[in-house]
């Protein structure tokens, strides 16, 4: 009987013994798993930080580049506007020009024409000017030819070394008038006036008095001095109506109205 309750006693202490490590196991398989759960959530949280930083930076760089493409839209479009008001600019300052250059033309064989007929029919000396000699006429030629090739710091240099060499002749007037055309031929609006003016001061009753006002008006105009354009356009009608360039005069008067 006591072998029987002692086998009996051991074998309740392996049962419990037994069932402690299974217990055990248990527990450290359930703890294991929680650990891996544990590592699994840490490195997805990691993985979305990353993920939520690397947006953040992102967004900041998509800021950044759209702050950017805005200011370039405003360079550009300020660029368009200049680039338009200068195309303006040129397109009114070409056809100036040309106007200019096709009165000069104009003007150009009038003046080869009048010398023609002057050749032909040789007239009295003008008043305050002497008839020019052939050497006077070569010289005033020579530099107007400057002029009709274009060169016109040559021509400027020509027609003053003729004014210098003839003071007194009557083609000194024209030399005046054609030193202020090629100073526009220039672009130098500035000088061109200052000769025109003092065409005007020196040979006021001169037959290109009324052209170099008419350039005086031209240049003003050029230089984007509008209502001084037009009171020289009226003081060329009043001053010489019945001249040419009062006739050119009007009409320049009358295409300022149309563009108000």
């Known amino acids: 009987m006591r072998i029987f309750l002692l086998l009996a006693a051991c074998g309740l202490a392996f049962n419990a013994l037994g069932q402690g490590l299974f217990d055990d196991n248990e527990a450290r398989r359930r703890i294991e798993a929680l650990r891996q759960q544990i590592v699994e959530s840490q490195r997805t949280m990691e993985e979305r930080l990353a993920k939520a930083e690397a947006a953040s930076a992102d967004r900041n760089a998509l800021l950044d580049i759209s702050a950017q493409l805005d200011a370039l839209r405003a360079d550009l479009a300020r660029m368009r506007g200049q680039i338009e008001v200068l195309a303006n600019q040129n397109e009114t300052a070409e056809r100036r020009q040309k106007d200019l250059y096709l009165d000069i033309d104009t003007r150009l064989r009038k003046l080869e024409q009048a010398a023609e007929q002057q050749a032909a029919a040789p007239q009295k000396p003008a008043a305050g000017g002497e ?65 025109q003016r003092k065409l005007l001061a020196g040979w006021p009753d001169s037959e290109k008095a009324p052209d170099a006002m008419l350039s005086i008006a031209s240049a003003q105009e050029t230089m984007g001095e509008r209502t001084t354009a037009q009171k020289t356009l009226q003081d060329v009608i009043a001053r010489y109506p019945s001249s040419s360039a009062a006739a050119s005069a009007k009409q320049r008067l009358a295409a300022f109205a149309k563009q108000r």
């Not at 016109?152 to 003729?162: C, D, P």
């Open 131 to 195: 008839e020019p000699t052939p050497a006077e006429t070569r010289a005033y030629q020579a530099a107007l030819d400057q002029f009709k090739l274009g060169n016109y710091a040559l021509a400027v240099a020509a027609m003053q070394g003729f004014l210098v060499t003839y003071p007194s002749s009557k083609l000194a007037p024209n030399a005046q008038y054609w030193i202020g055309m090629a100073h526009s031929g220039q672009r130098d609006y500035k000088a061109a006036i200052a000769a």
